[in-house]
């Protein structure tokens, strides 16, 4: 899905970058130009770069047959 339309960045090229080690909505217009036309994606793109971002649970087996 296209979530800059002014520079054609989809929520795969968000989380790609977001797995490259970006951080942050200023990071992720300079790497990709997104927001730095008309803006009104600033808010979608750091839903996803947030979500891209969080840190996955690890899933231990002890713990599962611990509860």
Avoid at 29 to 37: C, D, P, V
Avoid at 41 to 67: D, N, R, T, W, Y
């Amino acid at each position: 899905m296209y979530v800059c339309l002014c520079h054609g960045v989809t929520d795969s090229d968000i989380r790609r970058a977001a797995e490259a080690g970006c951080g942050s909505l200023a990071e992720l217009t300079m790497r990709t130009g997104l927001g730095s036309g008309c803006g009104t994606c600033g808010e979608m793109a750091s839903e996803i770069l947030a979500e891209a971002s969080a840190p996955k649970p690890f899933p231990l087996p002890v713990f599962a047959v611990a509860a």
